[in-house]
């Protein structure tokens, strides 16, 4: 993202004269970060837009689908499609650029609509039950594998070439090549069938039956229970790509001359460590940050269809199956706004962090 | 003449020498081998045929069935011995068309740079904004009838765009040394320059790129298979984990082998695949070499 500023034209309307200060709106619009924001709607825009033709492409149509479900009972054809037309808020008459134009309202008035195969569900409604379950997940899964990932990358940097370093590389590795859901599974076999620590059927689920929502010590702790395998999956699955990453940084850093003039202060290691190396190895990795949130989401579909967690991955899953197209434009639409959310966050975060890098960005001359 | 063959051919003598120079490399080497070899030449060495037996349902591990026998009495380690080709061949011809979608991209977008590359670009920040598991899970279930080789075309269709990128960010550099600026005194022609010129002299990188593309088809076809979006055909790593999977064999000690020996086998030709890729990656390191 960060070339294309580099590489794009200067725009036609430009100022002409450097003397004329810049006006207000002007300056705005080419502030560094409004530039992004723009960008990252025309993304989203186009998402879904490309979404609503993919969805429409696909083979069948909900009242097939259900239709086809309803045969295997041993119903008549005839007589399934007129339960599954009368059950579901689809009218299959209906011409695209018609469904088309109700999409694209819906889409700039902000309404996603209804579920098609629950039709008094919200679109909006649905996701918000599921979406919680799987950012939370996630991001935790996140935040503890990049504190940790950090942490021991560091530690192998510092420890270069003796043993702790090469056992750390070694795991790294492996687990950085297998693939999320297999430790998942890895972690049921192991943990649950061998070692008993857990039962991998009760852990199903999001929350244990009976408990309610709200900031009680039950609830959290419950829900904190129930994602664990889904967290320590995406920790395993990423913390060893963050230390291989963080190992190159920090040894790129430790061999600057900035941190041989601090060692000849005299300044303590530990100040060294996190002031000097610390700081300047994390920075060129904020924005793998938000490329990691992004391919999180796309890899829970697997991971909570294995573990059974009730998050958006599964709820995908069936809006594909069942053809429900308001529901799977909609979990596109949002998943593609999270992760564009997390882009921008990281770009602020690097603006903030390097002082190289001013917020006007493009537009100062 | 020799000015372009001479790089290429001194990549693959690069490439042999990083993976036998390291012990990683050398071992990542050896264990792709391994699962290639029981991979294609087992098939010829087993019974094929492998019946159902209702009178062996999840079997124990015995002489007669090594790794015992599956939810339909079929012997496990015949199917473990069969169903490497197909997840093995989709993914390296996923990798193929991932890694000439992002060269040929990637090198008009570096070389030719103006609004193409400006277009060009902006296709990569949209496909790869969109989660590329969930892109893939939309087009996979268009094909559910789909044969291996259109989910290799999906597969490589959706997961251009990283490397294109970088494919890219290397050419608008290489476009300004020399040899290039001498090719394009001499009149040669874009095509011409691009692809004799310019594009030789990332091979080992593209190769790198490639070992890793690997490893991401096979990631997402076992993952696909998982959700049963696939078609079920012969036997097949993917199809037996999900068969396990569906079957419970969670919870059951004699099902093990048959949801754990396939897993071994794809994580056995991801790490050897992974390890060859990092020794490769620091004898070829191409801002290493370039400098």
Known sequence: ?365 | MTATTAPAAGVWGAVWQGLTRSTSGFLGLCLVLGVLVFSFAGPLLVDTRNPTDIDLIWGPMNAEHWLGTNHEGKDTFVQLVLGGREPIWVGVVAALITVAIAVVLGGIAGYVRGCVDHFLLQLTDITMTIPFIVLMLVIASFYRTASPLMVAFIIGLVTWPYLMRSIRAQVLSLREREFVEAARLQDLGTARILFVEVLPNMAGYVFINFIIAITNAIYAVVGMYLLGLLPSTADNWGLMIQQAWDNNAFLLPTATPFLVAPMVMIMLFQIGLVTMSRSLEQALNPRLRDR
Request: hydrophobic share 50%; glycine share 10%; aromatic share 10%.
């Open chain 1, 1 to 365: 993202m960060a070339t294309d500023t580099a590489a794009s034209p200067p725009p036609p309307d430009a100022p002409a004269s450097a003397a004329d200060p810049p006006s207000l709106p002007w300056r705005v619009w080419r502030h560094h970060l409004f530039v992004k924001v723009r960008k990252s709607v025309v993304v989203v825009f186009v998402v879904a837009n490309v979404t609503f033709f993919l969805a429409r492409a696909m083979p069948g149509d909900p009242i097939d689908v259900m239709a086809g479900r309803l045969t295997q009972g041993g119903m008549s054809m005839d007589e399934a499609r007129v339960i599954a037309t009368n059950s579901l808020a689809f009218d299959p008459d209906a011409p695209l650029w018609r469904q088309w134009w109700d999409f694209f309202v819906g889409l700039v008035t902000l309404d996603l609509g209804n579920t098609i195969t629950r039709p008094a569900v919200g679109v909006a409604e649905a996701i918000a039950a599921y979406l919680p379950w799987t950012l939370f997940s996630i991001g935790v899964g996140t935040v503890v594998s990049i504190v940790l990932g950090l942490s021991l990358g560091m530690v192998m940097a510092y420890r270069r070439n003796r043993f702790l370093d090469h056992a750390l590389s070694v795991a790294a590795s492996v687990l950085g090549a297998v693939p999320n859901y297999l430790i998942a599974m890895l972690l049921v076999v192991g943990g649950g069938l061998y070692l008993g620590w857990f039962d991998p059927v009760a852990l199903r689920g999001t929350v244990s039956p009976g408990v309610t929502p709200g900031f009680t010590a039950e609830f959290v702790g419950d829900a904190f229970y129930h994602a664990g395998l889904p967290i320590l999956t995406y920790v395993l699955a990423i913390v060893g790509t963050w230390m291989l990453v963080m190992k190159a940084s920090t040894t790129e850093v430790l061999g600057e001359d900035y941190v041989t003039v601090a060692r000849a202060r005299g300044l303590r290691d530990g100040r060294i460590a996190f002031a000097y190396v610390g700081r300047n190895a994390v920075l060129p990795l904020v924005a793998q940050i938000a490329i990691s949130f992004g391919t999180l989401v796309g890899g829970a579909v697997f991971v909570e269809r294995v573990l059974v967690y009730k998050g958006v991955g599964g709820l995908l899953l069936d809006a594909v199956n069942y053809r429900d197209y308001p529901l799977l434009q909609g979990l596109l639409i949002i998943v593609t706004a999270c992760v564009v959310a997390a882009n921008l966050v990281a770009d602020l975060l690097y603006s903030r962090l390097d002082p190289r890098i001013s917020d006007q960005g493009a537009a100062t001359p």
